[in-house]
């Protein structure tokens, strides 16, 4: 079992796959919790969990508080 080696997006809430290249859209990425234009620290580690490159872009292209509430089927 290596399930708690693998990370979580902290977006979607799926698996990353670690072995995708970067660049790849499911790949993983740090995402600022706080963003960093809202004062939130880079480098704490306190700050950022990882996340799909895709998830990551489409949450920072609108960042309004986007509240993943029913009925929201963005496949
Ligand atoms: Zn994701």
Redesign the pocket.
Known sequence: MRAQLEPV??????P?DLSLPAGHK?SWTLDHIIPLAQGGDPESPYNVRP??M???SARGAGSRAVRATRGSRAW
Do not use: D, L
């Not at 997006?9 to 799926?14: D, F, H, M, T, V």
């Open positions: 997006c902290g977006i979607c809430g799926g990353i499911e996340a799909h895709r998830c990551n």
